[in-house]
């Protein structure tokens, strides 16, 4: 059964470490899909997490689907960083 994870509020590069794991951890069990639009903050440590957990997704078979809010923090970190998830 698929699982989704809710990101919320302000994530910084602090956080990384602790997304990573959790992040692969939930892709060792099952597809994912991750929603953003609660953000308020995202820095570019936290968006280099999810594209790994992509390749990560990809290498395992699994699945990871991005939900990526228009006008949101994390659709405006993206396209700083000229990414498209």
């Known amino acids: 059964m698929a699982m989704t994870k809710t990101l919320s509020g302000a994530l910084r590069h602090a956080d990384t470490p602790a997304?990573?794991?959790?992040?692969?951890?939930?892709?060792?069990?099952?597809?994912?899909?991750?929603?953003?639009a609660d953000l308020t903050q995202v820095s570019c440590g936290i968006v280099q997490v999810i594209a790994s957990a992509q390749v990560t997704a990809r290498v395992l078979d699994r699945n990871l689907q991005v939900q990526v809010a228009a006008d949101s923090p994390f659709a405006a970190a993206l396209d700083r960083?000229?990414?498209?998830?």
């Open 19 to 36: 997304l990573a794991a959790e992040l692969s951890a939930a892709l060792a069990e099952d597809d994912l899909t991750l929603e953003t």
């Open 81 to 85: 960083l000229g990414l498209q998830l």
